[in-house]
Antibody, heavy 119, light 108 residues
Framework: QVQLQESGPGLVKPSGTLSLTCSVS??????????WGWIRQPPGKGLEWIAT???????FHNPSLQSRVSISVDTSNHQFSMKLTSVTAADTAIYYC???????????WGQGVLVTVSS | EIVLTQSPGTLSLPPGERASLSCRAS???????LAWYQQKPGQAPRLLIY???GRATGIPDRFSGSGSGTDFTLTISGLKPEDSAVYYC?????????FGQGAKLEIK
């Protein structure tokens, strides 16, 4: 059973960079059947897809965030990461990492990490 | 991008009843690539339904999905207290893949 775990600072200053890592266990990140993604959820609000990456490094980003977000993968260390630059209070959210199947279904999720943007 | 609108925003029903939650897309969802997720307080979303009507592994048959094109429905029969949650639809047919705003189901 694949498991995902997010890690990173819980507090980021405005205009700074939000950096998170997702550690994957119980499954191979090099499988051709899956992508790896990030989704966020502002407190009390809905879900927003951020970005997705394939084990080869081929990546897709939400157009609304594309200029600020980057995603990378390190299959040898069973991790993938994201960076979001120039953050504001609007980026305060629970950030989830998840496994996405070939078609687009997020079938396994991490528990999520709350990141607050505040000075 | 495709906008998904869920209704009702909140639904309150007693145990044993049947709940129907709607998800309407602003344009046709390719191949009926529509999923439903359940999210309980303090937890990550859990996949319930994929491909509009396929049940994910371990999901009881009380949960069923239907619909095609732009109109989809999640039906939960024989409601139990543990079904209280927020339910989200997600379309994965047209990039960027988008989520609905969520629908809260209260069992009381």
């Amino acid at each position: 059973q694949v498991q995902l775990q997010e890690s990173g600072p819980g507090l980021v200053k405005p205009s700074g960079t939000l950096s998170l890592t997702c550690s994957v266990s119980g499954g191979s990140m090099g499988s051709s059947s899956y992508y790896w993604g990030w989704i966020r959820q502002p407190p009390g609000k809905g879900l927003e897809w951020i970005a997705t990456i394939y084990y080869s490094g081929n990546a897709f980003h939400n157009p609304s965030l594309q200029s600020r977000v980057s995603i990378s993968v390190d299959t040898s260390n069973h991790q993938f990461s994201m960076k979001l630059t120039s953050v504001t209070a609007a980026d305060t959210a629970i950030y989830y990492c998840a496994r996405r199947d070939w078609v687009g279904i997020f079938d396994h999720w991490g528990q999520g990490v709350l990141v607050t943007v505040s000075s | 991008e495709i906008v998904l609108t869920q209704s009702p925003g909140t639904l309150s029903l007693p145990p044993g009843e049947r709940a129907s939650l709607s998800c309407r897309a602003s344009q046709r969802v390719t191949s009926d690539y529509l999923a439903w997720y359940q999210q309980k307080p303090g937890q990550a979303p859990r996949l319930l339904i994929y491909g509009a009507s396929g049940r994910a592994t371990g999901i009881p048959d009380r949960f069923s999905g239907s619909g095609s094109g732009t109109d989809f429905t999640l039906t939960i029969s024989g409601l139990k207290p543990e079904d209280s949650a927020v339910y989200y639809c997600q379309q994965y047919g047209v990039p960027p893949h988008t989520f609905g705003q969520g629908a809260k189901l209260e069992i009381k």
